[in-house]
């Protein structure tokens, strides 16, 4: 599987959607990841924003992982 992170806070992942030509291309899975808080990911109105670091995110791309 191919699991494509988009860059930076705010981006979206429109720009990583010609990636999905490669599940046909080659038979795989090709996921367009976007972390919590971003485009059409759930929003976390009311979090302290200090438990938003990088630690955080890596564990939740784990979720997807998990599940491959």
């Given amino acids: 599987p191919l699991i494509c992170l988009r860059g930076g806070p705010g981006a979206v992942h429109t720009y990583l959607t010609p990636l999905q030509d490669l599940s046909s ?16 990911s759930t929003h976390l109105q009311e979090v302290d924003i200090s438990v938003l670091t990088e630690f955080r995110f890596f564990a939740e791309l784990d979720n997807p992982i998990a599940r491959l």
Wanted: hydrophobic residues 40%; charged residues 10%.
């Fill in 25 to 40: 291309a080659y038979d795989i899975p090709v996921i367009l990841y976007g972390q919590v808080g971003n485009g059409r």
